[in-house]
């Protein structure tokens, strides 16, 4: 099976602008986690999702949002973007909750 | 709060000698663990998991890991270490009722000497 997809890889915005972060989750997967990667506050959960609903909910302002599609795919907004945003961003799949998570190989967001 | 605690930040081994990196989760109910490992500019690769049921647990990649309900631990271990093992290795868990939310220790970077 292909593993977890993301898309872009790397990607540099400028202060106030938004992005958008797409992960293709391992076929048959349905449930889509995000987390946030920075040396000073290490791996946080962002949101999951869960047949196209929001199904739990990280520490993160209202800038951070996200959607699920019908084929699982995920999608991750960053609005009003600071400094502070500038991280690695990783998508995780698996069947459902509780069960073992695949990571990708992430989207490196650099805000200037 | 639940937390994963990793005490090590960083931990360097010769090629060959055996390895243990430390893991404490919060006292409560077992949670669902698991080890991860990130070489850089990569994502997470995971390793092995605990559900429940025999608790000394095997991986890929020659690892295994050992729970121990007593002191709320879950060290990971490998007999003989190898050069390509060098990366950072993340302890996780998934508490009760937070579905799938993993929450992370703050990772142990492993250096092997040659």
């Known amino acids: 099976k292909a593993g977890v997809t993301q898309t872009p890889r790397y990607l540099i915005k400028t202060r106030g602008q938004q992005v958008t972060l797409s992960c293709s989750p391992i076929?048959?997967?349905?449930?889509v986690s995000w987390y946030q990667q920075t040396p000073g506050q290490g791996l946080q959960f962002l949101f999951e999702?869960?047949?196209?609903?929001?199904?739990n909910k990280g520490n993160f302002p209202g800038r951070f949002s996200g959607r699920q599609f019908s084929n699982s795919r995920s999608e991750m907004n960053v609005s009003t973007l600071e400094l502070g945003d500038s991280a690695l961003y990783l998508c995780?799949?698996?069947?459902?909750?509780?069960?073992?998570?695949?990571f990708g190989p992430g989207t490196r967001l650099t805000v200037t | 709060a639940q937390s994963v605690t990793q005490p090590d930040i960083h931990i360097t081994v010769s090629e060959g000698a055996s390895l243990e990196l430390r893991c404490n989760y919060s006292y409560g109910a077992t949670p669902y663990l698991f080890w991860y490992v990130q070489s850089p500019g990569q994502g997470l690769q995971l390793l092995l998991k605990y559900f429940s049921g025999d608790t000394l647990v095997q991986g890929i990649k020659g690892f295994e890991a050992e729970f121990k309900r007593s002191q709320s631990s879950f060290n990971l271990r490998k007999p003989s270490v190898h050069w390509s093992d060098a990366a950072e290795y993340f302890c996780a868990a998934i508490f009760t009722g937070t579905a799938s939310k993993l929450t992370f220790g703050t990772g142990t970077r492993l250096q092997v000497t040659l």
């Open positions: 076929s048959g997967h349905r449930s």
């Open positions: 995780a799949s698996s069947l459902d909750s509780y069960y073992e998570q695949y």
């Open positions: 999702y869960f047949s196209e609903t929001q199904r």
